[in-house]
């Protein structure tokens, strides 16, 4: 029983390098291709971030600035961890090969995790090259922030986490959009609202009490007042537990809501209709 659990546990991980090697491969392709995309794609990041501060934070103190900017850059990782799935599926769809990742021997889950593995790791690079190109701009407010190990330790958790969680949320809008084909303007419509109505450009809290207890659900939410106190030093224990509590919520719902979308579209014969 042990020897054929081991044999299996090879085989699921031989299965997974090569799915990630041949993600990595076609990823690589895809920035040499399409180059311009890319480095105009990351422009509009850098005028986005900086017209963020110019127009809202540039009469502000050292930390909350900083926290403005890892907040940002959260954002921005985020966002593309919960259209990730959507514009895969989509993408499958339109060169006829959605299916296909269905009928193949290995299993859709493994298939995502893997293509999942190579997109996370792409995005944090291009996140942590933003958050760097944004320093250089904001370095005469940043320059007098000194960040310990500790306070470090505790920012990098809470963005892992929630980027975690968002790819889960995303799990839920890629079911959507085998079902529904293109959902795009969706997810467009709760990109813009996670920028504006969960702490990067104003505290949460001040909004209309329903309203902000409404934001406070979500993991973002919390994860930006969180990453304000802990460069403030005034971490608290009941917005420990808010966070907690709010990714695990959205990260089982995200997970369910995306395997209930699947099984929906093989019921009523999606997965053929492009």
């Avoid at 997974?16 to 920035?31: D, H, P, S, Y």
């Amino acid at each position: 029983m042990i020897l054929w659990k081991n044999t299996y546990e090879k085989e699921w991980l031989k299965k997974m390098r090569k799915i990630i090697k041949a993600e990595l491969i076609m990823l690589i392709g895809e920035i040499k291709q399409y180059y311009v995309n890319y480095i105009f794609y990351n422009l509009g990041m850098i005028i986005l971030f900086c017209g963020i501060f110019y127009n809202y934070f540039s009469d502000k103190n050292d930390n909350l600035v900083l926290a403005m900017l890892i907040s940002a850059v959260l954002w921005q990782i985020s966002t593309n961890a919960i259209q990730y799935y959507s514009y895969l599926i989509q993408d499958e769809a339109m060169m006829g090969t959605l299916e296909q990742m269905f009928l193949s021997k290995t299993s859709f889950h493994k298939i995502i995790i893997s293509k999942t593995i190579v997109n996370m790791g792409f995005v944090i690079i291009k996140g942590g090259f933003l958050f760097l190109v944004c320093m250089l701009f904001f370095c005469k407010q940043l320059s007098d922030i000194h960040i310990n190990f500790i306070q470090l330790l505790m920012i990098l958790c809470i963005f892992s986490v929630t980027v975690i969680v968002f790819y889960g949320i995303g799990g839920l809008f890629g079911g959507l959009s085998l079902y529904f084909k293109r959902i795009s303007a969706v997810i467009n419509v709760i990109n813009y609202f996670l920028l504006m109505f969960t702490g990067i450009l104003k505290d949460p809290m001040t909004y209309a009490k329903n309203f902000a207890i409404c934001i406070r659900l979500l993991p973002i939410t919390n994860a930006n007042i969180l990453i304000g106190e802990i460069l403030a030093n005034e971490t608290k224990k009941v917005d420990i537990l808010c966070f907690v509590i709010s990714c695990l919520i959205f990260l089982l719902a995200g997970i369910v809501g995306m395997n209930t979308m699947i099984k929906l579209a093989r019921k009523d014969g999606k997965l053929g209709q492009y």
